[in-house]
């Protein structure tokens, strides 16, 4: 994440003087606080929200029915995950599936809670917690509703003709990443042997 | 139809706490409460992550990116109109959002552009803002090889949209 943050600033400034627009980096340096603020403002309520209706779920052990539906794929795909975390885990890929996106944050944060708690070094991300974060850098939904809705806006015949091709392009992104988790985590573990 | 989809989950979830005989309000007030601490914490990750995409953004890296990795993108069929749309995807969803609605205009959304560009934004995430907002929240900072495996599969999906649009739309 350092490298990430270091590497951010120093390349603006080198295509800020290549392309002459320092003026617009120093506004964007200046501004992206009050952006990011906007931002939160705009998530925090659904958020709280979600979080709200996932309390009642949880406690009318809706959560734990579903838990069961993913458990047999989750413990296969993760290693030693705890009951908590699998419950998290399948309520998060639930919300994403359904295409809920500000109910699937709060959600996914509770897992990676979850995932800490069994984390032997809490400064770097555990195997478990790497592949849950790439389940959800994958889109993993059934029905892209805000491109389709974007689609229609736009005038197209038929917004939903996307939904096989998204379907197979998600699918094998998700597939990709979960390989390259795999391949990645050996090859870190031979590095630091 | 998908009008009905968010009210009537919360209409299950309130009604199956209602038949376990919770006190669904009280709950909730909780809930939602810990959703307050969860958004606080991921509040200072969203400040710097924000900035630093907005001075990026701001400073053209993604024009020259687009030269630079142009001839990449194109082994891959990928149109040159939607190498940039490729490139904000991962970094910022507003941005690639408007990009969308750029290229919807200019073209059709039915046009076999419209159907890769919707097809790319469908199948993929804003990857640096999860990766940031899922570790900053449990305060990790070693993220490993997380970026790579999932850019590697923003990239398999790129590809994969060329691929299936082709394939199905023809």
């Known amino acids: ?193 | 139809m998908t009008d009905f989809f968010i009210p009537i989950v919360i209409a299950i979830i309130f009604l199956a706490g209602i038949t376990k005989k919770i006190d669904i309000f009280h709950i909730f007030i909780e809930g939602a409460k810990d959703g307050l601490k969860i958004s606080i914490s991921i509040l200072p990750v969203l400040i710097g992550i924000i900035t630093l995409i907005n001075m990026l953004a701001a400073s053209g890296f993604l024009e020259y990116m687009c030269k630079i990795l142009e001839p990449l993108f194109s082994i891959f069929n990928l149109p040159q109109e939607l190498i940039p749309l490729a490139l904000f995807r991962p970094i910022s969803g507003s941005g690639s959002l408007s990009f969308l609605e750029q290229i919807f205009k200019n073209n059709s959304p039915d046009s076999k552009i419209g159907l890769i560009a919707s097809v790319l934004i469908g199948s993929s995430e804003t990857t640096f803002y999860t990766i940031a907002i899922y570790f900053g929240a449990v305060g990790i900072s070693k993220t490993k090889y997380t970026l790579p495996a999932a850019l590697i599969g923003d990239f398999v999906g790129m590809i994969m949209s060329v691929v299936s649009v082709n394939l199905i739309c023809g």
């Open chain 1, 1 to 193: 994440m350092k490298w990430i943050f270091c590497l951010g600033v120093i390349f603006s400034i080198i295509f800020g003087i290549i392309s002459n627009k320092m003026d617009n980096v120093s506004i964007a340096a200046i501004g992206g606080s009050k952006a990011a603020i906007n931002l939160f403002l705009s998530i925090c309520g659904a958020i709280c929200f979600w979080n709200g209706i996932m309390n009642i779920a949880q406690h009318s052990k809706i959560t734990s029915s579903i838990a069961k539906i993913f458990a047999p794929v989750l413990k296969k795909l993760f290693k030693n995950p705890s009951k908590q975390a699998i419950e998290a885990v399948s309520m998060n890929v639930s919300a994403n599936l359904l295409g809920l996106g500000n109910a699937a944050t709060p959600l996914g944060i509770n897992a990676m809670k979850n995932f800490q708690k069994s984390n032997k070094n809490n400064n770097s991300a555990s195997y478990n917690m790497i592949l849950f974060c790439v389940l959800n850098t994958s889109a993993i939904q059934i029905i892209p509703t805000t491109i389709a809705t974007l689609r229609l806006e736009h005038g197209s015949t038929n917004p939903m003709k996307i939904f096989y091709p998204t379907l197979i392009s998600s699918t094998s992104a998700l597939l990709a990443s979960i390989l390259a988790v795999k391949i990645f985590s050996k090859l870190w573990g031979v590095k630091h042997k």
